[in-house]
Structure formats: C-alpha cells, structure tokens
T-cell receptor
C-alpha cells in the first residue's frame, strides 16, 4: 500500500522559476489538500479539493495553483517561486469531507528558493 | 488563522514518566484529532475523538475532550525514548469542507 506519495523529496529553485509538486494517493479518497510547514507556524492550508474537478483556496493560497483532473492526483504549482515559499510542503488525503475520518500524509517536499 | 493551539510548546521528560499535552480551539467542531511527526517526516494519525465523546483510549494514549471549554488533552503514559516527536492537534470544524486546521505543536523529548 503506497498511501500518499509526494515527489520530489527535495528541490532547490531560483527566484522566479516555476515548478510542480506532485501528489498521488491510491486509496480512492475524495478529499485532498496541500499544507506548508514553517518553523514555529505549524501546518497551514494552501489549497484543497473535495473531489475531481473541484478545488478551493485555503489559508495561504497566494503564489500557488492546483488542479484535480483525477481522483488520484493533486499537483501543486508554484507559478514564480519566491524566497518566502521556502518551506516543507505536505500533501494529505481523507476519505471524504463528511465522515469523521483521519488524514493520511505524504512524506513531504522540502523546497528551498534562493 | 490557526484553530488549535497546543500547550506547552516544548516538553522534556524522563523515560517512564507520563507526558500531557493540551490543545485549545476556537469554534464548534465535528471532531478533534492528534497527530505525531518524527523529525523530517510526514504526520501520522494517532487518535480521533468526536464532538460527542469525552474520552478515548488507544494503547498508551488517552485523549479527553471538553467542548464547553473548547479544549483537549493528550496523555502518553509510561513514555519511551521512541515517543520523542512533535505532536499536533487538528480540528475538523463544522462546515469546514473537511479541512483540518492544525496547531503549532508540542515538541516532546523523552530522555533515556
């Protein structure tokens, strides 16, 4: 069972570059989300999706885009990387948004923007 | 803004002692969840307590929930060095579309 798979694990970008962080889950979960984790800040929600074709903004969406064309995949795009986006990014999925269920997390992507 | 706030921010104890972490939140919830994060790794779910439950046990973990005070506590009994990690509470607020809102976490260090 793969669970939630994130790639890459590490990435260094130059300011202004764009990139896509990949997230895939094999549990047929409807709900998927992206968080960023910064020292002393806990996890903050960037974007989320309650099903294929549906996405919405979280607490800190600026500078990021998402799409959900399939149930399995939820990529996060950085449009023009800035040093403030240096962080650890986590993808998470839940069975759905209605039931009382746990979230499953990927192992994270550590991104440095120079 | 973050829903949950853990207390204390850091906790250092000896092996065999109990560790208690507290979480306060702001709005009505469907459930509250606790997660563990080992250094450099993803979060792992520990326990979920629903809004109509007051206490829940799982192995050496005991979670309480007081919705009137909007607070929860996580007790780890007979701690081990392997329990060293950061612990986060996450609230599943009513009407939140399934979004979990995390606190800043408690960093637990268990010394052998």
């Amino acid at each position: 069972n793969a669970g939630v798979t994130q790639t890459p694990k590490f990435q260094v970008l130059k300011t202004g570059q764009s990139m896509t962080l990949q997230c895939a889950q094999d549990m047929n979960h409807e709900y998927m989300s992206w968080y960023r984790q910064d020292p002393g800040m806990g996890l903050r929600l960037i974007h989320y999706s309650v099903g294929a074709g549906i996405t919405d903004q979280g607490e800190v969406p600026n500078g990021y885009n998402v799409s959900r064309s399939t149930t399995e995949d939820f990529p996060l795009r950085l449009l023009s990387a800035a040093p403030s986006q240096t962080s650890v990014y986590f993808c998470a999925s839940r069975l759905d948004r209605v039931q009382n269920t746990e979230a499953f997390f990927g192992q994270g992507t550590r991104l440095t923007v120079v | 803004s973050q829903q949950g706030e853990e207390d204390p921010q850091a906790l250092s104890i000896q092996e065999g002692e109990n560790a208690t972490m507290n979480c306060s939140y702001k709005t009505s919830i469907n459930n509250l969840q606790w997660y563990r994060q080992n250094s450099g790794r993803g979060l792992v779910h520990l326990i979920l307590i629903r809004s109509n439950e007051r206490e829940k046990h799982s192995g050496r973990l005991r979670v309480t929930l007081d919705t009137s005070k909007k607070s929860s506590s996580l007790l780890i009994t007979a701690s081990r060095a392997a329990d060293t990690a950061s612990y986060f509470c996450a609230t599943d607020a009513r009407g939140s579309q399934g979004n979990l809102i995390f606190g800043k976490g408690t960093k637990l260090s268990v010394k052998p």
